[in-house]
């Protein structure tokens, strides 16, 4: 059955989270469509930010943040530094409200490991499934629409669900860290990043010094005093500045 054109562009965006290029050429055969349909769909989906046009193809954009398979596979050491310094940070007991992420995942192996009898809100599955590996944790999936390429769930419902919880606090993950505030690559995990900020006392920012200084598309919030960020290295002399004046505690692991 002939794909809606809807349908093959979503399935050309799809190829190229596998495949970092694609030729106009093996699309078209791949998509049993012509090679002027596949070059009208490029297009499109250029005006649209999703892919950059090259000669004879097209290529994922280099501003596309990689998937969190793709993500999990770097900065590493730096991570796990990350998420045992945060870690300190919880007490048993606790209610705590975690966004899905590279960064968050290994802070959640972390939770697992060491600490016990936390009640955990999250819209993640790697988060859930991480933490549900101790029975000794009370763990609650928040409900919306799933997105595969992520493995969280966003939208509508997931903020309607976050407001019937409060939290001692939330730890999220961050695309980019600037003096503005932390932001997501995403709109919908940024709007349940700051959904889960406003509905808790506190807020840790887990994220790495490769994050500085990197503006993303949807900030989620703003440095304050009830704001901890928990990094790898120190930041830079404007976003450190920036950091101070708002009160914002800076903890270098």
Same mark, same amino acid.
């Given at each position: 059955m002939r794909q809606s054109k809807s349908e093959r562009q979503a399935r050309i965006v799809s190829e190229l989270r596998a495949a970092p290029a694609l030729r106009v050429n093996d699309l078209a055969d791949r998509l049993d469509v012509s090679t002027e349909t596949v070059r009208r769909d490029f297009t499109e989906l250029e005006e649209r930010g999703l892919i950059n046009r090259t000669y004879g193809g097209a290529m994922r954009p280099m501003s596309l943040e990689p998937a969190l398979a793709e993500r999990e596979q770097l900065m590493v050491a730096e991570r796990e530094r990350i998420a045992s310094r945060a870690v300190q940070l919880v007490e048993d007991n606790d209610i705590l409200m975690i966004g899905g992420g590279a960064t968050t995942l290994h802070f959640a192996r972390r939770l697992a490991a060491e600490r016990n009898h936390l009640t955990i809100i999250t819209h993640a599955f790697s988060i859930a499934a991480a933490l549900a590996s101790n029975p000794l944790h009370k763990v609650l999936m928040l409900p919306g629409q799933y997105d595969g390429r992520e493995? %969280?769930?966003?939208? *509508?419902?997931?903020?309607?669900? %976050?407001?019937?919880? !409060?939290?001692? !606090?939330?730890? %999220? &993950?961050?695309s980019g860290v600037t003096d503005e505030g932390p932001s997501d690559a995403?709109? &919908? *995990? &940024? %709007?349940?990043?700051?959904? $889960? $900020?406003?509905?808790?006392?506190?807020t840790v920012v887990l994220a790495d010094h490769s994050k500085f200084e990197k503006p993303s598309l949807s900030v989620y919030g703003a440095w304050a005093a009830n704001v901890t960020l928990v990094t790898d290295r120190a930041p830079g002399h404007a976003l450190a500045q920036q950091l101070e004046q708002c009160a914002t505690n800076v903890v270098v692991a």
């Open positions: 493995g %969280l769930i966003s939208g *509508p419902d997931t903020i309607d669900a %976050l407001q019937k919880y !409060r939290a001692t !606090r939330a730890f %999220l &993950g961050a995403s709109v &919908g *995990p &940024g %709007l349940i990043y700051g959904a $889960m $900020m406003r509905r808790s006392a506190e």
